[in-house]
């Protein structure tokens, strides 16, 4: 799985993108909000590992998600 921070403008706030293996979007979530991850993410308790993950994240960058 793959994660992307995409930096909002404006009005607009940060999301994240969660992508599988063949980049299709699995889920996209504001960055400041508390994580409901579908059960097809495979990522169901572990909120606060990906929290941490979001926080040092740098924009724009696609990274392989290692949780």
């Known amino acids: ?3 992307i921070k ?3 403008k ?3 706030p940060d999301y994240i993108q969660l ?3 063949n980049f299709v979007l ?3 979530f504001r960055a400041d909000r508390p994580v409901k991850l579908p059960k097809k993410t495979g990522l ?3 909120e606060k590992l990906l ?3 979001i ?3 740098p924009f724009g960058k696609l990274q392989k998600l290692k949780i």
């Open 51 to 53: 929290e941490e993950v």
């Open 1 to 3: 799985m793959y994660i």
């Open 44 to 46: 169901e308790g572990k």
């Open 6 to 8: 995409v930096k909002g």
């Open 55 to 57: 926080k040092d994240l």
């Open 26 to 28: 699995v889920a996209y």
């Open 19 to 21: 992508r599988d293996e």
């Open 10 to 12: 404006a009005k607009i």
